[in-house]
T-cell receptor, first 113, second 113 residues
Framework: GQSLEQPSEVTAVEGAIVQINCTYQ??????LSWYQQHDGGAPTFLSY????GLEETGRFSSFLSRSDSYGYLLLQELQMKDSASYFC??????????????FGGGTRLMVKP | DTAVSQTPKYLVTQMGNDKSIKCEQN?????MYWYKQDSKKFLKIMFS???????INETVPNRFSPKSPDKAHLNLHINSLELGDSAVYFC????????????FGPGTRLTVL
């Protein structure tokens, strides 16, 4: 089967850097996505890694190590509006030919002034 | 110019009733999904359709019946509602070849009394 592990909660201060880790177990790994969800809102796509290395999009970066079955989301220059839940999700070729995402339990990030 | 829309946004109903949720996307995507998010924010896929064809059915009770009249619409009908069906239901869409980047609707909060 598949499993994803990410911390349930992380707290950081405004202006700081925070890293949200995700480890996964899956039989046909294809890629790792990250989504952000504010309270009462919908998940929105942030980033995707299919290959090892770092992908940077503004203040957010995502990293993947396929050999370690590990990835992380890095948020820099934290702002209050970054307080939200962050989900990692794997795309797996063994599940419906990669057409579905399996989501982790989410990490609730609280940014304090 | 809403990308993925759902109606209704809130649904409060009694146990045993039948209800429907509608979803429409104007992104030109060929694949649509239904997710259930429980009170612990765990996001789980229920169904996926590609060009009106069911491609994912994740062990959902057969009280739940999706219908896709065309590739821009995916509706969810739920029969004999139970207390455990209370959750937020999200519709999402993507191109099949880019299943890692899904666009979510605003969600429908279903409360079964």
């Amino acid at each position: 089967g598949q499993s994803l592990e990410q911390p349930s909660e992380v707290t950081a201060v405004e202006g700081a850097i925070v890293q949200i880790n995700c480890t996964y177990q899956t039989s046909g790994f294809y890629g790792l996505s990250w989504y952000q969800q504010h309270d009462g809102g919908a998940p929105t796509f942030l980033s995707y890694n299919a290959l090892d290395g770092l992908e940077e999009t503004g203040r957010f970066s995502s990293f993947l190590s396929r050999s370690d079955s590990y990835g992380y989301l890095l948020l820099q220059e934290l702002q209050m509006k970054d307080s939200a839940s962050y989900f990692c999700a794997v795309r797996d070729w063994s599940r419906n030919a990669g057409n579905m995402l399996t989501f982790g339990g989410g990490t609730r990030l609280m940014v304090k002034p | 110019d809403t990308a993925v829309s759902q109606t209704p946004k809130y649904l409060v109903t009694q146990m045993g009733n039948d209800k429907s949720i509608k979803c429409e996307q104007n992104l030109g995507h060929d694949t649509m999904y239904w997710y259930k998010q429980d009170s612990k924010k765990f996001l789980k896929i229920m169904f996926s359709y590609n060009n009106k064809e069911l491609i994912i059915n994740e062990t959902v009770p057969n009280r739940f019946s999706p219908k896709s009249p065309d590739k821009a619409h995916l509706n969810l009908h739920i029969n004999s509602l139970e207390l455990g069906d209370s959750a937020v239901y999200f519709c999402a869409s993507s191109q099949r070849t880019s299943g890692h980047t899904q666009y979510f609707g605003p969600g429908t909060r279903l409360t079964v009394l």
